[in-house]
């Protein structure tokens, strides 16, 4: 079941379509460049992850200072492109660190971004150990600061309720939401979320400030504990992708990386985090994930930016996912 799981991702990113997407985004720069149409250094490529899902990279051949350089193209929905145009521009405007984009609404079926400087902070973190501790603390300030933005920000909707169930839904996925239903807590004063805040969508271009957080497609008002939880299921879930060595490790440093993230973050928290509701949340992040990997079990990838399909061996993350959900949700 996993092997076909895995063949339709195959499936799924082979029917991508780069050269449009390369086509589309000179057709967007022509209207800088004097109605000019530029050449594409090369054809887009697929980011598959990163920076969120319908994401591909892009070069143009112009020397421009607006198009030149390495660009960042989605192509999502014009709604879902509208709603993390507003949630980057609200960003920016309050002067939080959030990528620079190059098309507004009138571009509707694309946005494109100009691709911040630097590499990831996951790649960074791996690459210099000594240096951990430092850009945790600075990842917890950083997330920290976010949830001090004006609260309206981005004109976006609550935190969204858990996925909808396939009718073939593994009995302990169903367990979970009945759990989750039973237990939801009553709402609690909202703050900007990223949804997705976690060292593989943060850039950093050296020791330059603590990063452009990138990939807002997940924004939303909820409360904070909302959002730690997803970075602390984001820690944690690591660990189900990757080689079996990769496996091992991540298993061995993800709780001191989430325990050292979240103390930081609370030292420059605007408001203390309710235990109760971190965990109901990261019950909630959790059950995601184990809907996500349930369903491509059942039915196959999405669609090529299913992250859940890239879980090393689906059955198995499956019983981790509902033991860990078990431990949030208090046994």
């Given at each position: ?13 082979a ?11 000179c057709g967007?720069?022509?209207?800088d ?12 490529g ?12 892009v ?27 507003a949630w ?19 571009a509707?079926t694309?946005l ?10 996951a ?20 997330h ?40 939801r807590p ?10 997705e805040?976690?060292?593989a ?17 997940a ?6 504990e ?15 992708y ?23 973050y ?10 109760g ?16 990997i ?21 059955t ?12 949030a949700?208090?046994?």
């Amino acid at each position: 079941m996993a092997q076909t799981w895995h063949d339709a991702y195959a499936a799924a990113a082979a029917e991508v379509d780069a050269h449009a997407v390369s086509e589309a985004v000179c057709g967007l720069a022509a209207g800088d460049l004097g109605g000019r149409r530029p050449a594409c250094a090369e054809d887009a490529g697929p980011i598959w992850a990163g920076w969120g899902p319908d994401a591909y990279r892009v070069r143009l051949a112009t020397d421009h200072p607006r198009w030149s350089g390495t660009l960042v193209a989605r192509t999502s929905a014009p709604d879902a492109l509208a709603r993390e145009r507003a949630w980057v521009g609200a960003a920016r405007d309050a002067g939080f660190p959030a990528p620079e984009p190059l098309t507004d609404g009138d571009a509707a079926t694309l946005l494109v971004f100009r691709q911040p400087a630097g590499t990831n902070l996951a790649e960074r973190m791996i690459s210099d150990m000594p240096a951990l501790p430092r850009l945790l603390a600075e990842f917890g300030r950083l997330h920290a600061r976010l949830h001090q933005l004006p609260p309206d920000a981005g004109a976006a909707p609550d935190a969204p309720a858990p996925p909808a169930l396939d009718g073939d839904a593994t009995p302990a996925i169903v367990r979970q939401r009945e759990w989750l239903d039973a237990h939801r807590p009553e709402p609690r004063d909202p703050v900007v979320c990223h949804g997705e805040f976690n060292p593989a969508h943060i850039v950093r271009d050296g020791d330059e400030g603590p990063g452009v957080p990138v990939n807002w497609t997940a924004a939303t008002r909820a409360e904070p504990e909302f959002d730690v939880a997803a970075t602390l299921v984001g820690f944690w879930s690591a660990a189900l992708y990757g080689n079996a060595v990769q496996r091992r490790a991540l298993k061995m440093v993800r709780e001191p990386l989430a325990t050292t993230y979240l103390s930081r973050y609370q030292e420059a928290a605007a408001r203390p985090l309710d235990d109760g509701r971190l965990r109901y949340w990261q019950a909630h992040h959790l059950h995601r994930l184990a809907a996500a990997i349930d369903h491509g079990l059942h039915h196959g990838a999405t669609g090529p930016w299913d992250t859940s399909a890239h879980v090393a061996i689906p059955t198995r993350s499956l019983r981790d996912v509902d033991r860990e959900f078990r431990q949030a949700a208090g046994g």
